[in-house]
């Protein structure tokens, strides 16, 4: 199912804090304190983007469906309020007891800021069998189709493995935005340029967490340097049974999932 026929809900809009105008090549400022073991430099060294390469985690157990993580990541990268234009979203699986699945986008929380979840259920209660949330954002892929497609290389790929979009060079032709397997990318309406997550990176090359990382409540949401042996990223690798979406697709994803069941596409 297309995510712009699962985002229903009302999104409350909180005007942005830090707002990331444009994220384009130029070299990326001093890291500060590296709070969530995402860095190999010493405090104080210049940001090296050759020595990271960043990925997320994701524990589908933990995820409550609070849509704290959607609030924070529109709040901190100036992403229009409407629920179709999403950089992270969370879809909620419903298996009725006759085994057919139904996958619906959460409603934005009530009080984003209390975390309550707002029920959106179309789903009787008698038919349930079980119920989990799957949070989704760009996959970072090491494959990336995005990167493949675009005419004029707006897109492309960092040295430390984030899928960037030049604003500057992107003329809109929506060609990446078709060729994502995974419905990651939308296209601004203010801007007219591909829009989709950066893993946060004007925050990530300071050394700080992604907006939606920092937010979750209960740290379903997992950030990393795959090639720092201290980071919790390689951690959770090593812990839990891992899984990535539409594998068959070879687009190498770096988003990976715990708890992954199979009825998740
Ligand atoms: Fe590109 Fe989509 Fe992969 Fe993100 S998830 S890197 S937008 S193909
Ligand atoms: Fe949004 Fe940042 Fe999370 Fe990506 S990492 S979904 S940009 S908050």
């Not at 179709?84 to 298996?95: A, D, K, L, M, P």
């Not at 003329?171 to 309406?189: F, M």
């Not at 379903?220 to 990535?244: E, N, P, T, Y």
């Amino acid at each position: 199912m297309e995510r712009r026929t699962l985002l229903k809900g009302a999104i409350l809009f909180i005007p942005a804090g830090g707002v990331l105008r444009s994220v384009a090549r130029a070299a990326p400022a001093e890291p500060a304190d590296k709070p969530g073991d995402t860095s190999n430099d010493k405090p104080g060294d210049k940001y090296d983007p050759a020595s990271h390469y960043y990925g997320m985690g994701i524990e589908i157990e933990k995820c409550i469906g609070c849509g704290l993580c959607i609030q924070a990541c529109k709040e901190e990268n100036d992403v229009p309020r409407e629920p179709f234009f999403c950089r992270t979203w969370v879809e909620r699986y419903t298996i009725k007891k006759d085994d057919t699945v139904v996958v619906e986008s959460i409603e934005q929380n009530r009080n984003p800021r209390k975390g309550e979840a707002r029920s959106t259920h179309t789903v009787n209660e008698a038919e349930i069998q079980r119920t989990f949330f799957v949070p989704k954002l760009c996959n970072q892929c090491e494959n990336p189709p995005c990167v493949q497609v675009c005419p004029v290389a707006a897109t492309y790929t960092t040295p430390d493995g984030v899928i960037l979009v030049d604003t500057e060079r992107c003329i809109g032709c929506r060609y990446c935005i078709q060729a994502c397997p995974y419905g990651a990318r939308y296209l601004h309406p203010r801007t007219r340029v591909a829009d989709k997550c950066t893993f946060c990176y004007h925050r990530i090359v300071q050394g700080l967490l992604p907006a939606c990382v920092e937010i979750c409540p209960t740290q379903a949401r997992v950030f990393g340097d795959l090639r720092s042996k201290a980071s919790q990223l390689v951690r959770f690798r090593r812990m839990k049974q891992i899984a990535v979406l539409k594998p068959h697709l070879n687009t190498q994803p770096k988003v990976y999932y715990a708890g992954l069941d199979g009825e998740v596409r």
